[in-house]
């Protein structure tokens, strides 16, 4: 008789607990690793800030909500980061050979993914999060004091896409191989000059608008606009967001299983790794 | 000139248990094919319980795709596996946790330490007593010099231990075991030859093992499956082989098959 315990239906705690473990692993133990966490949000966070108290005294519109761009640029990286974070945990498991060690142990694709969003959540927790501290030192800026309680379901929607974008992205690199490492960096910046990250969605041509309100996060920052703007909370506008995230979710857990099953009929569970 | 087929049917087959309990693994009419290229072809095979069974053949035999496909990382073509009396891949997880397995070509996080690896999967294992499974492992398997030390900068001997006790964390009722022994010296693979006969004494798991090792085979093997070009070509323990093809040792036996020298009746091929 194995030591293993008995057969459980549904998900594990402690095997999304193992997984979590091993990155929890991996990321305390080097500081290069966390310090990267934290550098690349604040650069941008400090770039941003020092463009908004040059404009403040040029443009009424940034005078009238100066918090504007430093919200942007926050959101936008809770996006990135919780794709990357997403991405990242497969392609840990690609570099090390690891995942038919994984596809063999008890541990469900389902049990992965909720582990690899748990750690995304914490990088981004690190990352943006130590961002915003320091964004209210260096700039007198506080991200909950401009945005208030919208902060929360926005940050929420941003983590989902980024999550929903991160697994499209992991099914393709578990299909593809290593070969589509660099969808991993690149292919969350197709749709940043559409998610009118520091514009309106109206300073887009009018034959790309579509495309804009085809992401939850065009209307997010449409939305982080109006609070910062013009003081409301755009409850529609939101709605809409969540709608829209609800589809992307579904289309992104649908391709995941397609291109994981794809991969498990050729083999690729095995042979992945450089 | 004799059909393959019937020599093959007259072959001894693996004995089946008594006890009405299933065998370990029930392997019937399994075929992979990607596209034109056939990986495995109507393959069929019966290993029982507590036994060790070690499957044969030349690279690109199928060895390798059989054991992705019995234990669910790869979907065959056509066929039906059976593992521990579960459909699979449809009751893999009912057995998942009751299997293990180890390979040169699948590793473990390079950066986290034996010892972080080795929790780690004591969790996903769901082990009883973690601390102490570890502990005896580590003891058994002479991991205790470098518990602390990142995978990735020990020997190839000592991951090779580290990846027998990730496949021996759940004490295993089926091991499989790709090339267990594959580029160690003849010690350290005395070693680990040790370690799998004292486990299968101790808890009557049963193994599958492939290799390219022909003392290990004859060292651990109750029985034999050889592979050929994706087929099953012949079967039978080690003695019953060597005397079949009036050989000496069963590399003289793998040679016989893989160049088709000798036919298993023992009479030169034309």
């Not at chain 1, 578990?174 to 991993?184: H, K, Q, T, W």
């Not at chain 1, 749709?191 to 608008?209: G, H, K, M, N």
């Not at chain 2, 795709?65 to 979907?75: E, H, P, V």
């Amino acid at each position: 008789m194995s030591l293993a315990a008995g057969i459980e239906f549904g998900p594990s705690l402690r095997r999304i607990r193992a997984m979590l473990l091993r990155h929890l692993y991996l990321l305390l133990g080097s500081w290069p690793r966390l310090l990267d966490l934290v550098y690349w949000p604040t650069v941008q966070m400090i770039l941003w800030g020092f463009i908004t108290q040059f404009l403040v005294g040029r443009s009424s519109w940034v005078a009238q909500a100066s918090g504007v761009f430093l919200s942007a640029v926050l959101l936008w990286d809770t996006l990135f980061r919780g794709q990357l974070g997403v991405s990242l945990c497969f392609l840990e498991e690609l570099y090390a050979r690891h995942l038919g060690h994984l596809f063999v142990s008890p541990l469900r694709p389902a049990e992965l993914v909720l582990a690899n969003f748990t750690v995304s959540f914490i990088r981004v927790l690190i990352g943006v999060g130590g961002a915003s501290l320091l964004a209210v030192p260096i700039f007198h800026f506080s991200l909950i004091g401009a945005l208030g309680w919208a902060l929360i379901p926005f940050f929420a929607v941003m983590m989902l896409f980024g999550w929903a974008i991160g697994l499209i992205i992991a099914g393709l690199v578990l299909r593809l191989g290593l070969g589509a490492e660099n969808l991993a960096w690149a292919a969350i910046f197709f749709i940043q000059p559409f998610s009118a990250v520091y514009y309106p969605i109206a300073t887009l041509p009018e034959a790309v608008r579509w495309f804009a309100w085809m992401l939850p996060s065009a209307p997010v920052f449409e939305g982080m606009r109006a609070i910062l703007v013009e003081n409301r909370f755009d409850a529609g506008l939101f709605g809409y967001a969540l709608l829209i995230l609800a589809l992307w979710l579904i289309a992104a857990a649908v391709v995941f299983i397609l291109l994981f099953q794809s991969a498990r009929r050729r083999g690729l569970l095995l042979q992945s790794g450089e | 000139m004799l059909d393959d087929a019937k020599l093959l049917a007259a072959a001894p087959q693996e004995a089946m248990p008594l006890s009405g309990e299933p065998p370990a693994i029930l392997v019937e009419g399994l075929s992979k094919r990607y596209g034109e290229v056939v990986a495995v072809e109507d393959l069929g095979f019966t290993v029982g319980r507590r036994r060790t069974v070690a499957l044969l053949g030349p690279n690109g035999a199928g060895k390798t795709t059989t054991m992705a496909m019995l234990l669910g990382l790869l979907a065959p073509t056509s066929g039906t596996i059976r593992i521990l009396g579960e459909l699979m891949p449809k009751g893999r997880h009912k057995v998942l946790p009751r299997m293990n397995f180890t390979s040169p070509y699948v590793d473990l996080p390079q950066r986290l330490t034996v010892l972080q690896n080795l929790k780690v999967y004591a969790e996903l294992y769901a082990v009883p007593r973690p601390k102490e499974r570890i502990a005896a492992l580590a003891a058994a398997l002479d991991l205790e010099g470098f518990l602390n030390r990142p995978f990735g900068r020990l020997s190839a001997g000592q991951k090779t231990r580290v990846l027998l006790a990730k496949a021996l964390i759940n004490e295993p009722e089926l091991l499989l075991l790709d090339e267990p022994t594959a580029s160690l010296d003849p010690d350290t693979a005395d070693q680990i030859r040790g370690h799998l006969e004292a486990y299968q004494a101790r808890t009557h798991a049963t193994v599958l093992l492939a290799s390219h090792n022909m003392g290990e085979v004859e060292r651990l093997a109750h029985h034999v499956l050889m592979l050929k070009q994706g087929r099953l070509v012949d079967q039978g323990s080690p003695a019953d082989l060597l005397a079949r093809y009036g050989r000496d040792d069963l590399e003289e036996v793998f040679l016989d098959i893989a160049r088709d020298r000798r036919r298993p009746d023992g009479r030169e091929s034309a």
